[in-house]
């Protein structure tokens, strides 16, 4: 939907709506950093210049309370509150389309947190989890390039903190519930997962990775794994 952002030259956008995500902190960036943060300084700085100390002029102390000097105020909070409105527009869009409006699901994963170390269930060949088939790994997310997927969260015993920096996805995963969600990726590759909620002394030794693979290299994988789970 939009073009490339700020915060893709660091870190690629590998989500379907990573892009809508970033359009959001460009707009704050652009609004707060490179237009309210110049224009501030910048009247400081004249401000500064046209009312400094001179020789046989008397300071005067200012109350506010005329009119004239009122509209210093009053004219910039204005102009704040409709920035403000449009960056909650943004937001709100945003959040409706990934939060509430949902595509259909090609396949569902479940991932679970637990210390330290985050598992994952696939659906085996038949394409559906929670049957005889389904293939589990520790710290290795397998997903195919440009299949939509609806993931259940899970957390084992304490807080953890589901974070994909690619996929501009993080979500708290809480003990005793299922926290649902969905992601397309768009791209293939390796990316990082990363716990993002202190979650006790190995906290810092949690990191998985999401491989998504093309739709040949994923049917590869699963008849890899199956047989595996099959001998087993």
């Known amino acids: 939907m939009f073009g490339k952002g700020i915060i893709e030259y660091w870190v690629p956008a590998v989500s379907s709506y990573a892009h809508d995500i970033d359009f959001i902190f460009d707009t704050v960036f652009w609004i707060v950093i ?9 009247l400081f700085l004249w401000l500064i210049v046209r009312y400094r100390k001179k020789d046989g002029v008397k300071a005067q102390y200012i109350t506010g309370e005329q009119k004239h000097e009122k509209r210093f105020i009053t004219w910039p909070h204005y102009l704040i509150m409709v920035c403000d409105v449009v960056i909650v527009a943004i937001a709100i869009n945003v959040w409706y389309k990934v939060k509430q409006d949902a595509p259909p699901a090609d396949e569902t994963v479940r991932i679970v947190g637990q210390q330290w170390a985050w598992s994952f269930v696939h659906p085996g060949p038949d394409g559906k989890l929670d049957t005889a088939d389904d293939i589990r790994t520790v710290d290795e997310l397998h997903l195919v390039v ?15 903190s589901l974070s994909i920096p690619v996929f501009r996805l993080k979500q708290d995963a809480i003990p005793g519930r ?15 997962i990363q716990c993002a909620e202190i979650c006790g002394f190995g906290h810092g030794l949690m990191p998985a990775r999401v491989i998504i693979e093309t739709p040949e290299q994923h049917t590869a994988w699963l008849s890899a794994h199956s047989a595996s789970a099959a001998g087993e």
Do not use: S
Request: hydrophobic residues 45%; aromatic residues 20%.
């Open 146 to 160: 440009n299949r939509t997927y609806l993931y259940k969260l899970e957390a084992r015993d304490v807080l953890h």
């Open 178 to 192: 299922i926290v649902t969600g969905w992601f397309k990726p768009i791209k293939t590759g390796t990316y990082d």
């Open 34 to 42: 490179a237009f309210w943060f110049v224009v501030v300084e910048a």
